[in-house]
T-cell receptor, first 115, second 109 residues
């Protein structure tokens, strides 16, 4: 299957700072990438859809000014958590749609801890 | 609104004891139904995509089937390494995935 690389896998930051998470499709071009958030023992909740060259589409209840998404190329999308607070601590996961296989592949996830 | 319900929440099996996981769904315009495996602290690992009722797919000890209202993931003669959380998701026409809460499978040696 296709490979999606997410970096970093873990990050600890101080309250009030910003954190950037990268998601790369390594062996295919992804016109669409998705960002999810997962709380312990819960399923994945879609935060936003990232489209190459255009603005991201956010799900209801997700603050677009707090979670900045940039999809600058066909292989890279970034999620920046701005002015992070402890309640932003979570597991963030990206996925990329491979048009060639019509499947969605996921990155390894990023464990964000805000102290 | 798309809804995905997985049952049971948790499943404890003895090695070699076959069982099935259920995923029932309601969706307006199903593009596909996906099964993933997720290990603790990791992202979901793709297993199968099913597109139409009656379709079946197999991979090693896993077999997924699809009807118009539900999907089953059958685990045949499981091994301890099959222990994981199995996630079901439905894909809407806009390619968004809606996930169920998952079934956590524990296989004891």
């Amino acid at each position: 299957g296709a490979v999606v690389s997410q970096h970093p896998s873990r990050v600890i930051c101080k309250s009030g700072t910003s954190v950037k998470i990268e998601c790369r499709s390594l062996d295919f071009q992804a016109t669409t990438m998705f960002w999810y958030r997962q709380f312990p023992k819960q399923s994945l909740m879609l935060m936003a859809t990232s489209n190459e060259g255009s603005k991201a589409t956010y799900e209801q209840g997700v603050e677009k000014d707090k979670f900045l998404i940039n999809h600058a190329s066909l292989t890279l999308s970034t999620l920046t958590v701005t002015s992070a607070h402890p309640e932003d601590s979570s597991f963030y996961i990206c996925s990329a749609r491979d048009p060639g296989e019509d499947s969605a592949f996921f990155g390894q996830g990023t464990r964000l801890t805000v102290v | 609104e798309d809804q995905v319900t997985q049952s049971p929440e948790a499943l404890r099996l003895q090695e070699g004891e076959s069982s099935s996981l259920n995923c029932s769904y309601t969706v307006s315009g199903l593009r596909g139904l996906f099964w993933y495996r997720q290990d603790p602290g990791k992202g979901p690992e793709f297993l199968f995509t099913l597109y139409s009722a009656g379709e079946e797919k197999e991979k090693e000890r896993l077999k997924a089937t699809l009807t118009k209202k539900e999907s089953f993931l059958h685990i045949t003669a499981p091994k301890p390494e099959d222990s994981a959380t199995y996630l079901c998701a439905v894909q809407a026409p806009d390619y968004k995935l809606s996930f169920g809460a998952g079934t956590t499978v524990t296989v004891r040696a």
